[in-house]
C-alpha cells in the first residue's frame, strides 16, 4: 500500500475561515490538474523528483501531497515561511527541491532556475473548467521503498540534517495511529496546520484522511503576521465548538495556554492532539471545563516519527504525568540507556541514539528531558540533566522564571541566550555570567543575550532553535 492510497477518494473540505466547501470531484480535478502539469513540465520524468508545496492551505496541499505520491515524487516536508529559506544550512536543503508548488506572489520570490514552478493561482477557474484525467506512463516503478517525504532533523545537538521517509515508513505510521486512536467515520477533525513540525503530520493528517470523509481547516494567521496565542488558540477551540468537531492537533505548546481560556463544552468528543504536556494542575482544569474526550500526547524524534504515546481520558487523570508514557510504538526497537534512548525501525539495523533521559518501570516509559552537553575549550557542561544542579537551572533561578531558551553554537563554541517578556541591564548580564563562571568554567559565559521578536522566531508550531542560532550569528557577525 502507497501512502497516496490513505487518502480517501470520497474526501470532503471544508474551509470555516473563506466559507468554502470542496467535494471529492473538486479534489480529483485538481489532482489532476497538477499531475498533467508536473508531468508535462518534468517531460514524463517524474518518479524520484523531490515537491516542495509552498503553501499551507489544506486544500492545495492535499491535492498536491496526492498528485506527486502518484507521480513516485516525493514531498519535501516544511512549513510554509519565508524566514526559514534565510537559514544557511536550509537554503542547501532547497536546492535538493525540483519542484515548488505554490503562489505566485510568494513563491516565485525564491524560485531558481533549477526549479520547476506550478502556480496553484486559479484555482477557481480550474475547477469550473473541464480538466483532463491523468493517464501517462510513469518513468519507473514505485515501490514500498520508494521515498515518500523527506524531513529535517531539529538541530537540537548539531545542525540539521535531511532525513528520507519511504512509502513503506509511511504506511506504517499512519495505520498505527489509526489504530490507536481508534479512528473511524465518525471522525470530524480540524485542520490548523498541514505539513506541520517535520513528520508529525503523519501522526495526524494522514491517519485522519484515511479514516474519514468530511474534514475542516482554516489558516487564522500566515507569514510574519501572529495573533496573540491566547485569542488564537479560543478562536481555534469555539471553532471546535460550533461545527462540532472531534480532533485537533494542537500548536505546539498551546496545551498549556488552555487556563487562561474562558470555560468552553467539548462535550467529551473531542482528541487534542499534543507534543508537550501540561502540569496534572492544569490537565484536570482541562477535563473540568472543556471536558475533551481525550489528550494524546506524542513523544518522538524526527528520525523515526513518534515513539511513544500517552493517552490521558477523565477515567485516568489521575495517573496523568506530563512525562508518563505507556504506548511504545509497534514499528520501532529502542533501548533506554542512562542518559541516552537507542531507536530504530524493527526492519532495519540502522540505530539512532537520542539525548533523552528515559527510564521504564514496570510498563510505563518516563521521560525526564534531554541531557545535552555542551563542549567548549575541552571543557564540558550539561545544559540540561536529570537531578544536577545545572547551567538552565543556575539561568532559571537568576531570572525567577523558564522564559527563555539557551542557545549553543556547536560550531563556535559559544552560548547565547534568548530572553522572553524582559531585557537584562549590563549590570545584570555581568553578574549572571560571574555566577556561571563561579559555577562552572568562565569558558561557557553567555556570549550574547538578546530579546528577539516572538514573530521573528516562531514559524510552523514552535520556536525554532536553528533559526534562533543563525540570528544570533548574524548578531556577532
Known amino acids: 500500500m502507497f501512502a497516496h492510497e490513505l487518502v ?24 489532476n490538474d497538477l499531475k498533467n502539469k508536473i508531468y508535462q513540465q518534468c517531460q514524463g520524468k517524474t518518479v524520484g523528483k523531490i515537491v516542495y508545496i509552498d503553501s499551507n492551505n489544506f486544500f492545495e496541499t492535499v491535492c498536491a501531497m496526492k498528485a506527486s505520491w502518484e507521480l513516485g515524487a516525493s514531498i519535501f516536508l516544511n512549513d510554509s515561511d519565508p524566514k526559514v529559506k534565510m537559514l544557511p544550512y536550509f537554503k542547501n536543503f532547497y536546492n535538493i527541491i525540483d519542484i515548488i508548488i505554490g503562489p505566485e506572489d510568494h513563491s516565485m520570490q525564491w524560485c531558481q532556475s533549477h526549479h520547476v514552478f506550478i502556480s496553484t493561482d486559479g484555482i477557481k477557474d480550474i475547477l469550473a473548467s473541464s480538466v ?28 540539521p540534517k535531511i532525513l528520507p521517509f519511504t512509502h513503506y515508513q509511511t504506511v506504517t505510521i499512519s495505520n498505527e495511529i489509526k489504530q490507536c486512536l481508534d479512528l473511524n467515520e465518525s471522525a470530524r477533525p480540524y485542520h490548523y496546520k498541514t505539513l506541520h513540525h517535520s513528520s508529525l503530520f503523519n501522526s495526524y493528517a494522514l491517519p485522519l484522511l484515511n479514516s474519514c470523509r468530511t474534514h475542516h481547516c482554516g489558516l487564522f494567521h500566515s507569514g510574519n503576521k501572529f495573533d496573540n496565542e491566547i485569542t488564537l488558540l479560543k478562536d481555534i477551540s469555539q471553532c471546535i465548538v460550533d461545527h462540532n468537531l472531534t480532533h485537533l492537533l494542537v500548536p505546539y505548546h498551546y496545551i498549556q495556554k488552555f487556563p487562561k481560556l474562558p470555560s468552553m463544552d467539548f462535550d467529551n468528543r473531542v482528541t487534542l492532539i499534543t507534543i508537550i504536556g501540561n502540569s496534572p494542575e492544569d490537565m484536570r482544569d482541562l477535563f473540568e471545563r472543556f471536558r475533551p474526550k481525550q489528550v494524546v500526547n506524542y513523544f518522538g524524534t524526527s528520525e523515526v516519527g513518534t515513539m511513544f504515546i500517552s493517552q490521558t481520558t477523565k477515567n485516568n487523570l489521575s495517573e496523568y504525568r506530563p512525562n508518563r508514557f505507556t504506548n511504545p510504538t509497534s514499528f520501532i526497537d529502542y533501548e533506554i540507556l542512562e542518559n541516552k534512548v537507542k531507536v530504530k525501525w524493527k526492519h532495519v539495523t540502522d540505530w539512532y541514539e537520542t539525548a533523552d533521559v528515559m527510564k ?93 521578536n516572538p514573530a521573528d522566531l516562531k514559524f510552523g508550531m514552535k520556536v525554532h532553535g536553528p533559526l534562533l542560532l543563525y540570528l544570533f550569528r548574524e548578531r556577532n557577525k
Open 132 to 159: 483532463k484525467m491523468f493517464n501517462h506512463p510513469l518513468d519507473q516503478t514505485i515501490t514500498a521503498d520508494t521515498i515518500c517525504y523527506y524531513t529535517a532533523s531539529s538541530g537540537t545537538t548539531a545542525d
Open 8 to 31: 480517501r477518494k470520497d474526501l470532503e473540505i471544508i474551509d470555516v475561515v473563506k466559507n468554502r466547501n470542496y467535494s471529492s470531484d473538486d479534489i480529483e480535478k485538481y489532482t
Open 360 to 452: 521504564e518501570e514496570n510498563g510505563v516509559i518516563w521521560f525526564y528531558g534531554r541531557d545535552l552537553y555542551f563542549t567548549c575549550q575541552q571543557k564540558q557542561i550539561p545544559l540540561t540533566g536529570l537531578n544536577k544542579i545545572t547551567m538552565h537551572g543556575l539561568i532559571a533561578k537568576f531570572l525567577g522564571t523558564y522564559d527563555f531558551i539557551v542557545v549553543p553554537d556547536y560550531q563556535l563554541e559559544k552560548l547565547y541566550l534568548n530572553l522572553y517578556g524582559r531585557e537584562l541591564t549590563p549590570d545584570e548580564t555581568v553578574v549572571l555570567n560571574n555566577q556561571i563562571a563561579d559555577q562552572f568554567s568562565k569558558e561557557f559565559c553567555i556570549a550574547d543575550i538578546f530579546t528577539f
